[in-house]
């Protein structure tokens, strides 16, 4: 069964606004993180954050981390059109965390 | 540079075919994975490997095998293609060990294999 589903599927905004994806898991987690893949190409990995953490930033990524609601949302502020691209959240269980399991991913448009 | 490379980037052949996907990294991770991936859809994982001569199987049962002779090199093949094994097939590493703050485990992606089974 999928460990991450994120929504909405697809988003479509202006240049300059700001992009908010979410995702949920089932099961208990030692990290989750994001990833960036661009059309074609492999994931690029975005941002880390840890279970006993709640909010972490890294430039104009902010992620927000619920673990009693088994939630994730990442915001990009700011958006720019090079933001295009699918973001997919993954989770490392607390048991077997070498393996990452991967949400089904947010395809994201920015519109100049 | 470090990096983790893929090839061919792209590969048309015919049904029956033995063929074998490519990955290296130069990185020095121990930890290896191969991930089958559907246009706009989530990595499935079918490979990964902790070590050499480690090499287990994934979450998604796959036709395919894999090795692990070199750490870093790690090359799937399927022994007949079939047109049901089109897709993009992701190589990626990681090290997993501990940063301040906790243990990190993040994976580095190769550029990926789009293959077509015709």
């Known amino acids: 069964s999928q460990q991450g589903e994120e929504d909405p599927q697809a988003l479509s905004i202006q240049e300059g606004e700001n992009a908010t994806m979410n995702c949920s898991y089932k099961?208990?987690?030692?990290?989750l993180q994001w990833y960036r893949q661009n059309s074609g190409r492999g994931l690029v990995h975005l941002i880390l954050?840890?279970?006993?953490?709640r909010e972490k930033h890294s430039g104009r990524l902010r992620v927000t981390l619920d673990t009693s609601k088994k939630s994730s949302s990442l915001l990009i502020t700011a958006s720019r059109a090079a933001d295009t691209a699918s973001y997919f959240c993954?989770?490392?269980?607390?048991?077997?965390?070498?393996?990452?399991?991967f949400g089904q991913g947010t395809r994201l448009t920015i519109n100049p | 540079e470090a990096d983790i490379y893929q090839t061919p980037r792209y590969l048309v052949i015919g049904t029956g075919k033995k063929i074998t996907l490519e990955c290296s990294q130069t990185?020095?991770?121990?930890?290896m994975y191969w991930y089958q991936q559907d246009p706009g859809m989530e990595l499935h994982l079918i490979h990964y490997?902790?070590?050499?001569?480690?090499?287990e199987k994934g979450d998604l049962s796959s036709e395919s095998t894999v090795s692990r002779i070199r750490t870093e090199h790690f090359p799937l093949t399927l022994e007949s293609a079939r047109p049901s094994h089109t897709s993009q097939y992701l190589c990626?590493?990681?090290?997993?060990?501990?940063?301040?703050?906790?243990?990190?485990?993040?994976?580095?992606f190769g550029p990926g294999t789009r293959l077509t089974v015709l």
């Open positions: 990626a590493s990681s090290d997993q060990g501990f940063k301040a703050g906790g243990p990190y485990n993040e994976q580095f």
């Open positions: 099961t208990s987690i030692n990290n």
């Open positions: 954050i840890r279970s006993n953490e």
């Open positions: 993954a989770t490392a269980r607390l048991m077997g965390a070498q393996k990452l399991v």
């Open positions: 990185m020095g991770h121990d930890k």
């Open positions: 490997s902790y070590g050499v001569n480690s090499t």
